[in-house]
């Protein structure tokens, strides 16, 4: 279990505790776009990251991202927009990460935040849109320093 802690002037923003998990179907780690669509599923708020295989560092984020349902009944629930149906940026997002892993043989997959924290409610949009932009904030820092050493590095594809 992973936390995120936010100190400023000696007072707690925040300190949630999480993990991140990959979304997967019979055991095969998928990428959102390759995961079945159903509207039988209740909707699910959701904040989840792509992950990729760079040589030489191991597993590097190259998105972080919301939406308010992963794979329920909303229209444009997660995997639908994915599948193409809806959604420039993230169609711009999957061919980007989809050509890295040809081009480099390599792999990777969505995972989706679980907080273990009482009283998070990523129902609320604008507190799923913060926490989404602090991830992405981590995750950028994280991403420099993991991939300053590389020649060929992914690129992180959150607009900043």
């Not at 991140?20 to 959701?46: C, D, M, S």
């Not at 972080?64 to 329920?72: D, R």
């Amino acid at each position: 279990m992973d936390s995120l802690n936010i100190k400023i002037n000696n007072e707690t923003l925040i300190n949630y505790k999480f993990e991140w998990v990959p979304l997967n179907e019979g055991n095969r780690n998928l990428f959102i776009w390759q995961y079945h669509q159903t509207k039988n599923l209740p909707n699910r708020a959701t904040i989840y990251r792509h992950v990729v295989h760079c040589k030489g560092v191991g597993m590097v984020t190259l998105y972080v991202g919301e939406g308010a349902s992963l794979n329920g009944p909303y229209k444009y629930n997660l995997v639908y927009q994915y599948n193409g149906q809806h959604g420039e940026t993230r169609m711009n997002v999957k061919k980007y990460i989809n050509n890295y892993i040809r081009r480099k043989k390599s792999n990777g997959w969505t995972e989706i935040l679980n907080i273990n924290t009482k009283g998070i409610n990523l129902e609320d949009k604008k507190f799923r849109k913060a926490l989404e932009s602090t991830f992405i904030a981590v995750y950028f820092f994280q991403y420099q320093k993991l991939t300053s050493s590389l020649d060929d590095a992914p690129l992180f594809q959150n607009k900043l």
